[in-house]
C-alpha cells in the first residue's frame, strides 16, 4: 500500500481457525453462512494477526502491532495456532532487521497485539520508541488485568513513550487518536501524506463484514457500549473521508473502503 511518500505492508504473524460466535457472540451463525466464503468448511473463521510496517522516504521504520510472539497462547484449549510465529520472518524478507525499527505503535495491549513486544524479557525492537497510550498501560501493566500481557510489555518501560489525551502526531504523515471501547487506551492510527489516507483500526474492527454492523458487540470488548459508539463513529468519519481502513484481523490484512 503506497500512501504518498509512505509505504505499508502487511505483517502477518499467524492465523487462528475461531468460531465466530468467540468474536461475535449476539450475531446468529446463519448471517455468517450468507456470506459467501467467509467460513471455511468446519464453519470457522481464519482470523489472521499480525500487524503492519510503515516506512516513509526519510527513514523512519514504524511497526503497528506486534502480533502473538513466540508460542502465543491465543486459543482458549491453550493450545497453539496451526500458524503462528512469522512476524520475524516477514520483516526479514522487507530488509527490516529489529534494530532497524524507529517506532513501534501498540494499537492497544491485547497478548495476540503484544506478542513480540520483548523476546526472554528483553525488548525485541530495541532502538525503537513504543508508543503506547496511558490508559492502557495503567490497565494492563500498572494494574493486573493480564499477567501474559504485562509480562511481555513491561520490559518496554524505559522504551515506551506514553501517551494521553484524545490525540498525538508522532510524525506529520502518522497521528494516533484515542478511541476506548475494546480496551480502556485503544486507538486508531491514521497514515496521511501528499492527499492519500489510511486507518490503521486495530481491534476496532476484526472482520471487513462488521464494518455494516457497528452495533455488532464483540466478545473481547472491554466497555461494550463505548466500543459501539466509537465503532459508528468511525464507520461515519472514515466514510465520509473517503479513507480505506485494515485491521490486523482483515482476511489478508487487506484494506477495505466503506461505501
Not at 502526531?169 to 491514521?190: K, M, N, Q
Request: charged share 20%.
Amino acid at each position: 500500500m503506497q500512501i504518498g511518500d509512505v509505504t505499508v505492508e502487511p505483517l502477518t504473524d499467524g492465523v487462528i481457525p475461531m468460531p465466530p460466535n468467540l468474536l461475535y457472540p449476539d450475531v446468529p451463525l446463519p448471517v455468517w453462512q450468507a456470506l459467501p466464503g467467509v467460513l471455511d468448511g468446519r464453519g470457522m473463521l481464519q482470523v489472521p494477526f499480525g500487524g503492519f510496517l510503515a516506512t516513509d522516504r526519510w527513514g523512519h521504520r514504524v511497526v503497528f502491532d506486534l502480533g502473538g510472539g513466540l508460542a502465543p497462547q491465543l486459543l482458549p484449549d491453550g493450545e497453539l495456532p496451526p500458524v503462528c510465529e512469522l512476524l520475524p520472518r516477514r520483516l526479514a524478507e522487507l530488509g527490516c532487521p529489529p534494530d532497524s525499527v524507529t517506532d513501534v505503535v501498540l494499537s492497544h495491549l491485547h497478548i495476540d497485539h503484544v506478542g513480540w513486544a520483548s523476546t526472554a524479557g528483553v525488548a525485541t525492537f530495541p532502538r525503537a520508541r513504543h508508543h503506547i497510550h496511558a490508559a492502557d498501560w495503567r490497565h494492563f501493566v500498572d494494574e493486573d488485568a493480564d499477567d501474559a500481557v504485562r509480562d511481555k510489555v513491561a520490559p518496554l518501560r524505559d522504551a515506551a513513550v506514553l501517551w494521553q489525551g484524545d490525540a498525538v502526531t508522532p510524525y506529520d504523515w502518522l497521528r494516533l487518536v484515542h478511541a476506548p471501547g475494546h480496551t480502556p487506551g485503544a486507538s486508531v492510527a491514521l497514515i496521511g501524506s501528499r492527499g492519500q489516507s489510511l486507518a490503521l483500526v486495530g481491534d476496532l474492527f476484526h472482520h471487513p463484514a462488521a464494518l455494516d454492523h457497528p452495533h455488532w458487540r464483540c466478545g473481547f470488548d472491554w466497555d461494550p457500549s463505548a466500543a459501539a459508539a466509537a465503532r459508528a463513529d468511525w464507520v461515519d468519519k472514515l466514510r465520509a473521508a473517503g479513507t480505506p481502513l485494515v485491521g490486523p484481523h482483515f482476511p489478508e490484512l487487506r484494506p477495505v473502503t466503506l461505501r
